[in-house]
């Protein structure tokens, strides 16, 4: 696994992904995060029934849930870019930018092009990471805490459909590819192009 600080001579643009200019694949990607998330959420219900999260006998305690829910879902969208930002650090990137579009938040490089498998390991590790941590806190928890940390694995599943698409799309490409990764938009590179 390698992060290169220069592209190398003889690699040239062979693809661009632009999710946030896309508006086709940027729709079915989305589209495709929220039929995901509904299918978590249906089978969360069969270990503990939703209704236990919107449990009203206890107003305080649901509004306490909730509460913790809302700050929790705001926390974990700033440690998802931070754990894609560690991985790229962890593969020999340098210098990492943050931002918000609008419609998405990300964290990128504009100094390092990444080989595809280190490109692999960035794009997943949140998808992997925050899935292990979720699935053994919803095993920890009480009952009536559930369902705040399965709609936070819900929105860390579906919240990855950009990831694995990207990730996917890459697949049957060439183990030297070389990939950009700017936070908006991904340009992938091979040897024998020139742009």
Same mark, same amino acid.
């Given at each position: 696994?390698?992060?290169?600080? &220069? ?6 643009e ?16 989305? @589209? ?10 249906? &089978?969360?219900?069969?270990?503990v ?8 006998t206890?107003?305080?305690?649901? /509004? ?17 870019? /931070?754990?894609? &930002? ?9 210098? $990492? ?28 590790a949140?998808l992997?990471?925050?899935?292990? $941590? ?17 709609? /936070? ?13 990207v990730? @996917? ?7 030297s590819?070389? $990939? ?10 091979? &040897?024998?192009?020139?742009?």
């Amino acid at each position: 696994m390698k992060a290169y600080q &220069a592209l190398p001579e003889g690699y040239g643009e062979i693809l661009k992904i632009d999710l946030q200019n896309d508006k086709k694949t940027a729709l079915i990607v989305n @589209l495709i995060g929220a039929v995901v998330m509904i299918a978590i959420l249906v &089978a969360g219900h069969f270990i503990v029934p939703v209704t236990r999260f919107f449990d009203l006998t206890s107003l305080s305690g649901y /509004l306490i849930r909730l509460g913790v829910l809302l700050l929790a879902f705001v926390a974990y969208i700033v440690l998802h870019e /931070l754990t894609h &930002a560690a991985a790229m650090k962890a593969v020999g990137g340098g210098k $990492v930018i943050f931002g918000f579009t609008g419609m998405y938040a990300f964290a990128g490089s504009r100094e390092d092009w990444f080989d595809k498998t280190s490109y692999r390991l960035i794009a997943l590790a949140p998808l992997v990471f925050w899935g292990v $941590v979720f699935g053994i806190l919803s095993l920890l928890v009480p009952e009536d805490w559930f369902w705040v940390v399965w709609f /936070l694995q819900a929105g860390n599943v579906s919240g990855a459909a950009g990831d694995v698409f990207v990730t @996917l799309k890459l697949w049957n490409y060439p183990s030297s590819i070389l $990939v950009r990764d700017t936070g908006t938009d991904m340009t992938v590179y091979d &040897a024998g192009r020139t742009e």
